[in-house]
């Protein structure tokens, strides 16, 4: 259980920065639009809104597809579960949502740094 438990903890941890790497790029790649968005009047809560609202749809798509194939593999995954149900909904809640915590971090770094985004820098940077 402790192996399974460290290999969980890296994979979220993985998982973490892969959010905020993806995010990080999206930020660099649109800080052009960015800035013409914060010239025009845009406010640094709707971006980062716009930033975080961008990561945690992806985030929920693959939890989602995540979910659904964990449920339908519950024969395969029932020989290494010991005193848990193959589809406990307790589990199952708890794991997602320790992964949209996760996601809206990993996602809130990168959305703070686009708001940090000089309108006048960014629309020079081209």
Same mark, same amino acid.
């Given at each position: %259980?402790?192996? *399974?438990? +460290?290999? !969980? #903890? /890296?994979?979220? =941890?993985?998982?973490?920065?892969?959010?905020?790497?993806?995010?990080?790029?999206?930020?660099?790649?649109?800080?052009?639009?960015?800035?013409?968005?914060?010239?025009?009047?845009?406010?640094?809560?709707?971006?980062?809104?716009?930033?975080?609202?961008?990561?945690? %749809?992806?985030? *929920?798509? +693959?939890? !989602? #597809? /995540?979910?659904? =194939?964990?449920?339908?593999?519950?024969?395969?995954?029932?020989?290494?579960?010991?005193?848990?149900?193959?589809?406990?909904?307790?589990?199952?809640?708890?794991?997602?949502?320790?992964?949209?915590?996760?996601?809206?971090?990993?996602?809130?770094?990168?959305?703070?740094?686009?708001?940090?985004?000089?309108?006048?820098?960014?629309?020079?940077?081209?």
């Amino acid at each position: %259980a402790g192996l *399974v438990g +460290g290999f !969980a #903890i /890296g994979a979220l =941890v993985l998982t973490a920065f892969g959010i905020f790497g993806m995010l990080s790029y999206v930020v660099n790649t649109r800080a052009r639009e960015i800035g013409v968005r914060m010239a025009l009047g845009a406010r640094r809560q709707s971006v980062v809104g716009m930033v975080v609202r961008y990561g945690v %749809a992806h985030a *929920v798509a +693959g939890m !989602a #597809i /995540g979910l659904v =194939v964990a449920l339908l593999a519950t024969r395969s995954i029932a020989t290494v579960l010991f005193d848990v149900g193959t589809s406990d909904p307790a589990t199952l809640g708890a794991v997602t949502l320790l992964l949209i915590v996760a996601t809206l971090l990993a996602c809130w770094l990168p959305a703070r740094r686009a708001a940090a985004i000089d309108p006048v820098e960014a629309i020079r940077l081209e």
